[in-house]
């Protein structure tokens, strides 16, 4: 017999949106699992180590423009754990840093710090694939690849859309149809990324970061300028949705050599690349978005949240989380 996990609401996903949700309802006396494919929390909140030093590989930075998610950066900000790290930066065709009034946040020791504060008190179990849905009326089994099966009054999807989806295809879970279609309408660019650990100086714009929305490499930053690599220089460099989408399943190498040649420009003569990791984002920006901050599914008690919900990025997969907690909660 598989090996069974009672809960109130199973939470599928431990990136920003799954683990602020289940805050919202471990403190509302519901009892909460969450499960994640991945061996640490965070999804894109990622921090990779390279060497003697470690690079943001996900989201970057992150704003806070709503007042509720404001009050949240406040208090990252009083545990010293968020700072900001600019109010803009150079987009490669001016020499002066644009300044839009917006702060962008860094976390202290990476983004991923972050996850892992947001998971402190959660029951968490990472390095768990769900393989189906099923629900028989009253409540959903939840079937993992390794035969533990979790069962719950409510679930919380958080995954990219698409993923969530085949879930409930392989459980026959079927949505009413005009649910079914707006969540088919949404849709995700991929993205590659490179890290790149540098001997020597890189020269980039004030405060270390070059964003070119219409390049092929769209994205640089130096890790060690923004405060969370302090041992080596450790470089971030991610593509255009246009380019990852065109060469997603390019070699390594191909990918490698593309991004070196961008950064050879910004490189001092005598600096040389030590080391190199490629990470492949499938669903790395939600390109349409549903328009609500979650989705209810109707007759199942079962919601659906993220960052294609009303607003992309941390804040808005942040605000996505809180909002389909309170509606578990009011069902």
Not at 11 to 25: K, W, Y
Not at 79 to 91: K, M
Not at 184 to 199: A, E, K
Request: glycine share 8%.
């Amino acid at each position: 017999m598989p090996e069974r996990v009672l809960t109130d609401v199973l939470i599928v996903g431990a990136g920003v949106s799954g683990l602020m949700a289940a805050h919202v309802l471990k403190g509302a006396g519901a009892s909460v699992v969450v499960v994640d494919k991945g061996n640490e929390v965070g999804g894109r909140l990622a921090t990779w180590t390279i060497g003697a030093g470690s690079a943001d590989l996900g989201a970057q930075f992150f704003t806070a423009r709503d007042p509720e998610f404001q009050t949240h950066v406040d208090s990252w900000i009083a545990d010293d754990l968020a700072f900001v790290w600019s109010r803009g930066w150079s987009d490669g065709s001016v020499s002066d840093n644009p300044r839009d009034g917006h702060a962008r946040y860094a976390i202290r020791g990476g983004l991923a710090t972050l996850a892992q504060h947001l998971a402190q008190g959660l029951d968490c179990r990472l390095e768990t694939q769900i393989a189906r849905l099923l629900f028989d009326g009253e409540r959903w089994a939840a079937q993992s690849a390794d035969s533990m099966v979790y069962e719950a009054k409510q679930v919380l999807l958080t995954p990219p859309v698409p993923e969530s989806l085949k879930l409930l295809a392989a459980g026959n879970i079927q949505l009413v149809s005009a649910e079914a279609e707006l969540l088919d309408q949404i849709d995700y660019q991929p993205c590659l990324c490179g890290v790149f650990w540098i001997d020597g100086d890189i020269y980039l714009p004030e405060p270390g970061a070059l964003q070119r929305a219409y390049a092929d490499v769209a994205w640089i930053a130096d890790n060690w300028r923004k405060g969370i690599s302090p041992d080596a220089r450790i470089i971030t460099v991610q593509a255009s949705s246009g380019y990852s989408h065109e060469h997603f399943e390019d070699s390594d190498e191909a990918i490698i050599s593309r991004f070196t040649a961008e950064l050879v420009a910004f490189m001092n003569p005598n600096a040389h690349v030590r080391e190199v990791q490629i990470k492949r984002w499938r669903y790395a920006q939600p390109m349409k978005l549903h328009p609500h901050r979650f989705l209810a599914a109707t007759g199942l008690p079962l919601v659906f949240a993220g960052d294609a919900f009303a607003g992309p990025r941390i804040e808005g997969a942040a605000l996505s989380g809180l909002a389909a907690a309170r509606a578990l909660l009011a069902k």
